[in-house]
């Protein structure tokens, strides 16, 4: 027997047309044609940051586990046509293919790029590695304690492309940008503030007014353990198909709330 046929043996009895893990947020698959990621990172606001495929364009090489990969498909060595797999007809002539590894040894994953848009799009979001936000409130000393009844100002603190977006990443003839679009900020007591924007900074001198954008005011002393939860969507497209992911990431954070003692002398 051949090293090619016992190849496609072992590989038959594991890969063959059948559905694989779901793709961990590390090493999702590229476009085997160069081996590359195109990933492309925009900040809000900033007209100089590379579009996908001008100069500048951060590109990582990446070649994940075939296990790790969220798309349906036939794995074989490298090299191994379609036409070497039996898969020459109608049927499959729209198969792509991606370069993955199986014990540390590269191989080739073939699959129909349409019917697995949707898995790819997936893959390439897990890629991004989007970030939990970093939280930002009044008082902005650290340690130091709110109080009853002065407005608490809530933001994400240094919003950037992981944390806010939004960032864009293609491959396999796939594009996704994903962005955040809202923040629910649970303060610890039963109530939620949901805001459609990541909120204002306090700045010094801004005095103890409520937040224009986005803040609570807390009603009793306590000890509060407050979370950020920040909605993205991820819209991507490929393949004449597209469609929206939904994702929410959450950060904590303790405040401490005291009461403002006032003392009168008689």
């Known amino acids: 027997m051949t090293r090619f046929m016992a190849w496609l043996i072992v590989l038959g009895l594991t890969f ?36 996908p495929g001008e100069p500048g364009t951060p590109r990582k090489k990446v070649v994940p586990d075939c296990a790790d990969i969220a798309a349906d498909g036939v794995v074989a060595p490298l090299g191994v046509t379609l036409s070497d797999l039996g898969l020459d007809d109608s049927d499959h002539s729209g198969w792509v293919r991606m370069t993955c590894l199986i014990a540390g040894e590269e191989m080739w994953l073939w699959f129909d790029p349409a019917e697995n848009a949707e898995s790819i799009a997936r893959t390439l979001l897990a890629r991004l590695q989007l970030q939990p936000p970093k939280v930002g409130w009044t008082p902005t000393t650290t340690g130091a304690m709110g109080y009853v009844g002065v407005p608490t100002w809530l933001w994400v603190a240094e919003p950037g492309r992981l944390t806010w977006g939004p960032a864009t990443i293609s491959a396999a003839g796939v594009s996704l940008t994903a962005r955040a679009e809202s923040v629910t900020w649970s303060m610890g007591n039963g109530d939620e503030v949901r805001c459609a924007n990541k909120g204002t900074p306090w700045r010094k001198g801004m005095g103890a007014e409520p937040s224009p954008t986005c803040g609570y005011l807390y009603e009793r002393q306590g000890t509060y353990r407050v979370t950020a939860t920040v909605h993205w969507v991820a819209r991507w497209s490929g393949y004449g198909r597209s469609g929206a992911i939904p994702l929410s990431l959450s950060q904590e954070r303790t405040l401490e709330v005291g009461e403002i003692q006032v003392i009168v002398n008689r």
């Open 16 to 51: 063959t047309l059948g559905p694989l893990s779901v793709a961990r947020a590390e090493d999702p698959g590229c476009d085997d044609k160069v081996d590359v990621c195109e990933i492309v990172i925009v900040e809000p606001g900033d007209p100089s940051d590379p579009k």
